[in-house]
T-cell receptor, first 112, second 115 residues
Framework: GQSLEQPSEVTAVEGAIVQINCTYQ??????LSWYQQHDGGAPTFLSY????GLEETGRFSSFLSRSDSYGYLLLQELQMKDSASYFC?????????????FGTGTRLKVLA | NAGVMQNPRHLVRRRGQEARLRCSPM?????VYWYRQLPEEGLKFMVY????????ESGMPKERFSAEFPKEGPSILRIQQVVRGDSAAYFC?????????????FGEGSRLTVL
């Protein structure tokens, strides 16, 4: 099976940079995704890393190191609207069905 | 192009009643996933379906819960004889297939409250 661990909460101030880590234990690996979820809302896709390295999308970047079973989401120039929960996710090949498994989630609080 | 549509958005049931949650995937998507989320917690996988087939139901309780995705119409998550512990948000997500970008498209969720 798979398990993904994230810090439960991170706090930062407007304009700062914050990194949200995700470590995973898998019996196979098909890439790491990140999702954002505001309170009461639907999760929305942010980024995907299929290979090692950094992927940049505007203020958000995501990094993957397959040898370390580790990835992170980097948020720059934080804004109040970035206050949300962030989830990493992988596809689970161990069952043969490749279902998507989500991490425990990190609640980001952005302070003025 | 409509996104993933879930209904009802809110549902209140008394213990012992049945709850039916519906999910219409994005147009062209044939893969549907159901997840359950308790307040302040993560997304717990329940079931993965393709049209007319259950691919993986390993996250779904063996009793009282069932899911289907018929050839025509929405996917249905059915909870029989609900108990208070079933109170949660239930999210549906869809994809076109085995997405190469790891992207699932989520609905707004159905929030079940059991009295």
């Amino acid at each position: 099976g798979q398990s993904l661990e994230q810090p439960s909460e991170v706090t930062a101030v407007e304009g700062a940079i914050v990194q949200i880590n995700c470590t995973y234990q898998t019996s196979g690996f098909y890439g790491l995704s990140w999702y954002q979820q505001h309170d009461g809302g639907a999760p929305t896709f942010l980024s995907y890393n299929g290979l090692d390295g950094l992927e940049e999308t505007g203020r958000f970047s995501s990094f993957l190191s397959r040898s370390d079973s580790y990835g992170y989401l980097l948020l720059q120039e934080l804004q109040m609207k970035d206050s949300a929960s962030y989830f990493c996710a992988v596809r689970d090949p161990s069952s043969g069905t490749y279902k998507y498994i989500f991490g425990t989630g990190t609640r980001l609080k952005v302070l003025a | 192009n409509a996104g993933v549509m879930q209904n009802p958005r809110h549902l209140v049931r008394r213990r012992g009643q049945e709850a039916r949650l519906r999910c219409s995937p994005m147009k062209g998507h044939s893969h549907v996933y159901w997840y359950r989320q308790l307040p302040e917690e993560g997304l717990k996988f329940m079931v993965y379906l393709q049209k007319e087939n259950i691919i993986d139901e390993s996250g779904m309780p063996k009793e009282r819960f069932s899911a289907e995705f018929p050839k025509e119409g929405p996917s249905i998550l059915r909870i029989q004889q609900v108990v208070r512990g079933d109170s949660a948000a239930y999210f549906c997500a869809s994809s076109q297939g085995h997405s190469n970008t790891g992207e699932l498209f989520f609905g707004e969720g159905s929030r079940l409250t059991v009295l």
